[in-house]
């Protein structure tokens, strides 16, 4: 697992801590995913790298990393919620997900 840090702001890769509501709640109402069933949406997130970004300990943001670990890795299903977006959280979602050493090869 990795984590990183930012004022009061955590990405994590902990799997655990994924919030099912807010990541398929937002999944569910946007334009690429209208409709998606629940089981869909917690089936990608465990055959996944997820990244979830919290302030304190509610979820803001998401990234879902689709890899095999050694020479491909498709990045997917990233948003952070409308009320917290300006403060250039999404680029730092990004960086931490292009600099995870689990990527790294």
Not at 42 to 50: E, G, R
């Amino acid at each position: 697992m990795y984590e990183y840090h930012r004022d009061s702001f955590t990405i994590s890769t902990d799997p655990a801590r994924l919030d099912l509501e807010v990541i398929h709640g937002y999944l569910y109402h946007c334009y690429w995913s209208p409709g998606i069933p629940r089981a869909a949406v917690a089936q990608a997130i465990q055959h996944s790298l997820c990244f979830g970004l919290y302030e304190e300990n509610k979820q803001i943001g998401f990234a879902r990393v689709v890899t095999d670990y050694t020479s491909f890795a498709y990045l997917a299903d990233v948003f952070v919620l409308p009320e917290r977006r300006g403060d250039g959280l999404g680029v730092w979602l990004i960086e931490c997900v292009i600099h995870c050493p689990a990527l790294a090869s």
